[in-house]
């Protein structure tokens, strides 16, 4: 069993910075990728930022420039530091953990709400 905690959402004001934090434990072996997806009301998931084990990152266009994602695979943790945040960067925001031979992981949510 894979446990994923994510922490570090909240309320900003437009402009303003936040720094999620994703940390998996549990039956851990051969992580490929860790990565924050978000979701907004009425709007379908959709990746943010992703980290593979090597370091190689990809990021959306819409956040690109302004988030950056880091991880820290001695403690199979993943951060997402969010600069200049947006109204429309508001979403929750789940952490995923891609493995090479077993499925997905996924956390269970985090809420970002930037004010305009």
């Known amino acids: 069993q894979v446990h994923v905690v994510e922490s570090g959402g909240g309320l900003v004001q437009a402009g303003g910075s936040l720094r999620l934090s994703c940390a998996a434990s549990g039956s851990i072996f051969r992580i490929n990728a860790m990565g924050w997806y978000r979701q907004a009301p009425g709007k379908q998931r959709e990746l943010v930022a992703r980290?593979?084990?090597?370091?190689?990152?990809n990021y959306a266009d819409s956040v690109r420039g302004r988030f950056t994602i880091s991880r820290d695979n001695a403690k199979n943790t993943a951060y997402l530091q969010m600069n200049s945040l947006k109204p429309e960067d508001t979403a929750v925001y789940y952490c995923?953990?891609?493995?090479?031979?077993?499925?997905?992981?996924w956390g269970q949510g985090t809420q970002v709400t930037v004010s305009s």
């Open positions: 995923n953990i891609n493995f090479l031979t077993t499925r997905d992981y």
């Open positions: 980290i593979t084990n090597g370091g190689s990152t």
